[in-house]
Nanobody
Framework: QVQLVESGGGLVQFGGSLTLSCRIS????????MAWYRQAPGLQRERVAS???????NYADSVKGRFTISRDNAKNTVYLQINNLTPDDTAVYYC????????????WGLGTGVTVSS
């Protein structure tokens, strides 16, 4: 069974930075494309960044230049570095399968909350 554990969120000021982590167990991590998603209050979950199993990255237009996704296959962990945070980044952040949109591992973690104060 896949388990995803996100961490690193918190309350930060406008313009601040955070690094989120997501450790995954129950899969052969290195063969999967991975992605970070977020869900803001009252909105649908959206994909913000993805990384293929070979390290190619892609970002939503709203976060390009501010978010950086990376992975450590030895640690079964995917990271999201977030810079220049704005209140619009306030959301719960999740990791899950990347690749074709709409696919996931069949379960989701609890996510990690990011709140940006103005």
């Amino acid at each position: 069974q896949v388990q995803l554990v996100e961490s690193g969120g918190g309350l930060v000021q406008f313009g601040g930075s955070l690094t989120l982590s997501c450790r995954i167990s129950g899969i052969i991590f290195r063969i999967y494309d991975m992605a970070w998603y977020r869900q803001a209050p009252g909105l649908q979950r959206e994909r913000v960044a993805s990384i293929t199993n070979t390290g190619t990255t892609n970002y939503a237009d709203s976060v390009k230049g501010r978010f950086t996704i990376s992975r450590d296959n030895a640690k079964n962990t995917v990271y999201l570095q977030i810079n220049n945070l704005t209140p619009d980044d306030t959301a719960v952040y999740y990791c899950n399968k990347g690749g074709r949109p709409g696919t996931d591992f069949g379960s989701w973690g609890l996510g990690t909350g990011v709140t940006v104060s103005s």
